[in-house]
């Protein structure tokens, strides 16, 4: 969970960052998590994040708005607390339910993933689902929360999940919320919840939207050509374009910003796999910032070793819940300098990869913006410009979901007439890295070999996941 606190000079007078278990034992595939660790981690957030704020002063807060993980469904009581743990965008046992409800409505998009989610939670939990109020995403469930107000968050409303498409689909009309325009207000804070936060009773609260679209705004996305990096636990991928082209297998998406697009994709775990590396694999032996130095001793290609990031399965481009991770090419002259350095060219590869179809369709790319916690390293930062070979900018306030939030926040309280005119207000550029030709040489020979290698070793994956399921039992 991040919790921020940004000025209308567009500074982050105030950041923190809050963990919650990720529960992934049981059945394979299970990724789930407890929405009320959401809420103590939104409540201990805001109260640190808004005690830096009021340093030298303070604060008055004149909206509040949350953005979130998606798809992640919670099956939501009347009171607002969640009756079962959510049912994340991670989890990979809702391919089928998915697939269902999808040709059941005739359409994509991560709304179907939700009811998929949904048909899924109603199979695991029927008593659960019996009571639930309301069938909310993850950020639309904290607003209802703090509002009492059940809503259906989206930059467009007509996205919705109607309660025809619900029915077809084989749920009802708790999964089709009243829709809401992302920056519109959704409700006020209620009194409970407030004196919890530490906020004034009837703060305006705006409506949120997926955290890839509120990285788009956060990070100052306004031209077509630009593209960012969501960075984060999973990572992703999007490229603006001036008008809405089909380039499979990317997503195509209108832009939280009026008359343009996006395609792009989101990947599984390319955050999550350095977090894996420092604390589980190598134990917390050396801490994040000891071994990103390490990394920098690292030759350019980790001296021939590359890492599939493929921690938990991956979503574009492979579409894989069975993909797994790998280091490929160790010796004995690796070092833990190495596997780091491997990790991080990964995530480049990664990027890289997803981006190949619009590259190879034509459509301009000049520029990517990397942000979330991963763009605090200009190691890694600089990676990403040589392996991917276009110039990164990394904004002045790096936690773009968080000033995504806060752009969507001043429209909504009517300090911006729009997501542009805060963009302007509230977003720059701290630095920019050009690629290095040397190293953009080196990765390119390396960048078609990353590729290859999931097909290369799927029929070993194939049996390697049999065995782990057999092992669970």
């Not at 990720?22 to 998590?33: F, I, K, N, S, V």
């Not at 309280?413 to 630095?431: H, K, P, Q, S, T």
């Amino acid at each position: 969970m991040k919790a921020g606190v940004l000025s209308p000079d567009g500074r982050l007078r105030g950041f923190a960052r809050v963990p919650y278990a990720l529960l992934l034992d049981g059945a394979p595939g299970r990724a789930e998590q407890r929405p009320d660790a959401w809420w103590t981690a939104l409540v201990r957030g805001i109260g640190i994040a808004r005690a830096q704020a009021e340093i030298g002063g303070s604060v008055e807060p004149v909206a509040l708005c949350v953005v979130g993980q998606g798809p992640t469904l919670v099956a939501t009581a009347a009171d607002g607390h969640a009756l079962a743990p959510a049912i994340t965008w991670l989890d990979r046992r809702a391919g089928d339910e998915t697939a269902t409800a999808a040709a059941a409505i005739g359409r994509q998009g991560w709304v179907v993933g939700l009811l998929g989610r949904a048909r899924l939670f109603a199979t695991l939990r029927p008593e659960a689902a019996e009571g639930a109020a309301w069938f909310l995403s993850a950020w639309d469930h904290l607003a209802f929360r703090l509002t009492g107000v059940a809503a259906a968050s989206l930059q467009d409303p007509a996205e919705a999940i109607t309660a025809a498409e619900a029915r077809a689909a084989g749920l009802d009309e708790r999964i089709a919320p009243p829709a809401a325009r992302s920056g519109s207000v959704i409700g006020t804070l209620r009194s409970a919840p407030a004196a919890e936060l530490g906020l004034p009773l009837d703060l305006p609260v705006v409506a949120g939207a997926n955290d890839a679209i509120a990285t788009f705004l956060g990070a100052g996305l306004t031209a077509p050509g630009q593209a960012i990096d969501t960075g984060g636990t999973s990572g992703g991928f999007g490229l603006y374009v001036e008008r809405r082209v089909v380039v499979p297998p990317l997503w195509t998406g209108p832009a939280p910003l009026a008359g343009l697009h996006y395609v792009g994709g989101a990947m599984a775990g390319t955050g999550k796999a350095l977090d894996w590396l420092v604390g589980d694999a190598l134990g917390g032996t050396a801490t994040l910032a000891e071994l990103l130095t390490e990394a920098a001793t690292a030759p350019v290609g980790a001296g021939g070793l590359l890492f599939l990031p493929y921690l938990a399965g991956e979503r574009w481009p492979l579409h894989d819940p069975a993909a797994r991770g790998a280091f490929v090419g160790l010796t004995l002259r690796h070092r833990r300098a190495h596997l780091v350095r491997a990790v991080l060219e990964a995530a480049a590869f990664a990027l890289r990869h997803v981006a190949a179809p619009a590259v190879a369709a034509g459509l301009p790319f000049t520029e990517l913006r990397v942000t979330g916690g991963t763009a605090a390293s200009r190691l890694w930062n600089q990676v990403k410009a040589d392996v991917v070979g276009v110039e990164v900018a990394v904004p002045r306030v790096a936690e773009a979901s968080v000033a995504g939030a806060a752009v969507l926040a001043a429209v909504g309280a009517g300090m911006a007439d729009d997501e542009r005119a805060g963009i302007d207000a509230l977003v720059g550029v701290a630095e920019r890295l050009a690629p290095d030709p040397a190293a953009r040489a080196i990765y390119d020979r390396l960048a078609p070999e990353y590729e290859d290698l999931h097909a290369r070793l799927a029929p070993a994956n194939a049996v390697l996941g049999t065995v782990e399921e057999q092992s669970r039992r």
